[in-house]
């Protein structure tokens, strides 16, 4: 198996390219800042869950770097809200885009805690 495979890099990666491409619209000057960020913690989520999976003959390098990838779900659903309170998101975009990250959260979330219950990990 390879991690192209994995469900939540997929949803990541495509979840990814949508920010990028939404992002054009906005204006430069904010591009430097906010649209930066979001395509930055987007863009981590399918990276460090590929990174991950290199390392998943070691459960808890795994799981960290899913963690990591959890992390940056999260904090991709900050930039989110952030840019629709600058009114750069349409309502409809932002409950899209909010609603699917908050489902890939769960769903990684679900996964690192499969890999603890299958590799008796505590963490």
Request: glycine content about 2%; proline content about 2%; charged content about 30%.
């Amino acid at each position: 198996m390879l991690y192209t495979e994995l469900r939540i890099y997929n949803i990541s990666q495509e979840l990814s390219k949508e920010i990028f491409w939404i992002t054009k619209k906005i204006p430069y000057y904010w591009k430097n800042r906010d649209v930066d960020q979001i395509r930055r913690s987007s863009a981590s989520v399918p990276a460090n869950i590929a990174e991950g999976y290199s390392r998943r003959f070691y459960a808890r390098d795994f799981i960290r770097y899913l963690i990591i990838a959890l992390g940056s779900s999260d904090e991709t659903q900050v930039h989110i809200k952030s840019l629709f309170d600058k009114e750069y998101l349409s309502l409809a975009d932002f409950n899209t885009f909010s609603n699917r990250y908050k489902n890939l959260s769960i769903k990684i979330l679900n996964y690192i805690n499969f890999l603890k219950k299958k590799h008796k990990i505590k963490i």
